[in-house]
């Protein structure tokens, strides 16, 4: 489950500040001034990178090692590394919402969502695998050229390949895997249509909360409906997906072992 991962670069910009003024005096003032504001600049971003270290290194202890067996799911066994970068997913969430992943309470729960993350995937695919769900050489082509899209050209795409440490073959193999996963559950979950009803109940409440109700200020409800209908067909879609594992999981042997 290792996965293609765009380095995230951290920039920490530092403020130049030029002073000058009408005699030797003020010019000596603003010089001060601006060594002052210099070395407390620099101090709060040498404190920014300890804090970011010591963050790292928090994260870094809940990973396992990579060939620890983590869970066994129907005879499969769950490693360490797929738990790792499930793990890191998570931990990157919570900070963009401003949480800190590494909390006695956010850790406990990051674990338990990674865990039956991880499971919920490997029930899906053995069901995939079980009703003989498979990816055509056409469509893992396909999809890699979207892949190697993103990246510009070829060069960035392979200096990719490399930092991610993974080779063509298995990167095939992922995307012929995210393919039979995509069909497995376009064609087996099935939600029912979007009503009208409901896209007008998602907008009423969108423009309540927003304090502005169908006014002129706020787009029309026919302007904004394909997306309403879009976003309300996924949240079906992932209410269902759940609920499909769960009853998987009434019929499944499951070991946690962490």
Same mark, same amino acid.
């Given at each position: 489950?290792?996965?293609?991962?765009?380095?995230?670069?951290?920039?920490?910009?530092?403020?130049?500040?030029? %002073?000058?003024?009408?005699?030797?005096?003020?010019? !000596?003032?603003?010089?001060?001034?601006?060594? &002052?504001?210099?070395?407390?600049?620099?101090?709060?971003?040498?404190?920014?990178?300890? @804090?970011?270290?010591?963050?790292?290194?928090?994260?870094?202890?809940?990973?396992?090692?990579?060939?620890?067996?983590?869970?066994?799911?129907?005879?499969?066994?769950?490693?360490?590394?797929?738990?790792?970068?499930?793990? &890191? @997913?998570?931990?990157? @969430?919570?900070?963009?919402?401003?949480?800190?992943?590494?909390?006695?309470?956010? %850790?406990?729960?990051?674990? #338990?969502?990674?865990?039956?993350?991880?499971?919920? @995937? &490997?029930?899906?695919?053995?069901? %995939?695998?079980? !009703?003989?769900?498979?990816?055509?050489?056409?469509?893992?082509?396909?999809?890699?050229?979207?892949?190697?899209?993103?990246?510009?050209?070829?060069? !960035?795409?392979?200096?990719?390949?490399?930092?991610?440490?993974?080779?063509?073959? #298995?990167?095939? &193999?992922?995307?012929?895997?995210?393919?039979?996963?995509?069909?497995?559950?376009?064609?087996?979950?099935?939600?029912?249509?979007?009503?009208?009803? #409901?896209?007008?109940?998602?907008?009423?409440?969108? %423009?309540?909360?927003?304090?502005?109700?169908?006014?002129?200020?706020?787009?029309?409800?026919?302007?904004?409906?394909?997306?309403?209908?879009?976003?309300?067909?996924?949240?079906?879609?992932?209410?269902?997906?759940?609920?499909?594992?769960?009853?998987?999981?009434?019929?499944?042997?499951?070991?946690?072992?962490?």
């Amino acid at each position: 489950m290792k996965k293609l991962l765009t380095t995230l670069l951290l920039a920490l910009l530092t403020i130049g500040l030029a %002073a000058c003024g009408s005699n030797e005096e003020s010019q !000596k003032q603003a010089e001060d001034k601006a060594k &002052t504001e210099e070395k407390s600049d620099g101090q709060a971003q040498e404190e920014q990178a300890k @804090q970011m270290e010591e963050m790292q290194k928090k994260m870094d202890e809940q990973k396992v090692e990579k060939d620890k067996i983590v869970a066994i799911v129907n005879d499969e066994k769950i490693k360490g590394e797929d738990f790792n970068n499930v793990l &890191t @997913q998570s931990q990157m @969430q919570y900070q963009q919402m401003g949480q800190d992943p590494t909390s006695k309470e956010a %850790a406990k729960k990051i674990k #338990e969502q990674t865990i039956d993350s991880l499971v919920g @995937q &490997t029930l899906l695919m053995q069901q %995939a695998d079980e !009703k003989g769900y498979k990816a055509s050489e056409d469509e893992i082509n396909k999809q890699l050229e979207e892949v190697k899209k993103q990246y510009g050209d070829e060069k !960035k795409f392979e200096d990719a390949m490399k930092k991610a440490g993974f080779t063509m073959d #298995e990167l095939k &193999t992922q995307i012929a895997e995210n393919i039979k996963y995509t069909n497995y559950v376009e064609k087996e979950i099935k939600v029912e249509e979007v009503s009208e009803e #409901e896209m007008k109940k998602f907008y009423d409440q969108y %423009a309540s909360q927003q304090g502005q109700g169908e006014s002129k200020d706020a787009p029309k409800f026919e302007e904004v409906k394909p997306q309403i209908k879009t976003q309300l067909e996924q949240q079906k879609k992932q209410e269902k997906l759940v609920q499909h594992v769960e009853n998987l999981k009434k019929n499944a042997k499951v070991d946690v072992k962490i």
